[in-house]
């Protein structure tokens, strides 16, 4: 399923992603292509804070923001550069912003990383 929908959904859903919330697309570089790859995923902001759920657990993009030590985030049309990038698990949860807490226990982890304005 996580095959079809980088192939298949992420392409449909990309058009309208950056500015649909809660929706987002988050734009990467592959650790060892260099490519450049953007991917929606489900995204809440409490600044200066985003919180992504995890749905497959350890991703491609989430280990690529995080080797890169940043990344970029559109979200209604806005450009966000993403810095501090970690993971927080269920048991950690309660250091996230009150609200998107439920991410990380019901997908066992989430993504976290503060918003710098700018692309």
Known sequence: MARFNRIVTNRVMGLWAPYLPPWAVIVHRGRRSG????TVVWAWIRRPTVVVALTYGPTDWQRN???????QMIRRGRTWT???PRVVTADESRTLPWG???TARVFGSAFVAELNTGG
């Open 35 to 38: 490519r450049e790859y953007r």
């Open 100 to 102: 998107t807490r439920w």
């Open 82 to 84: 993403l810095t501090n």
């Open 65 to 71: 923001v995080a080797a890169a030590g940043k990344g």
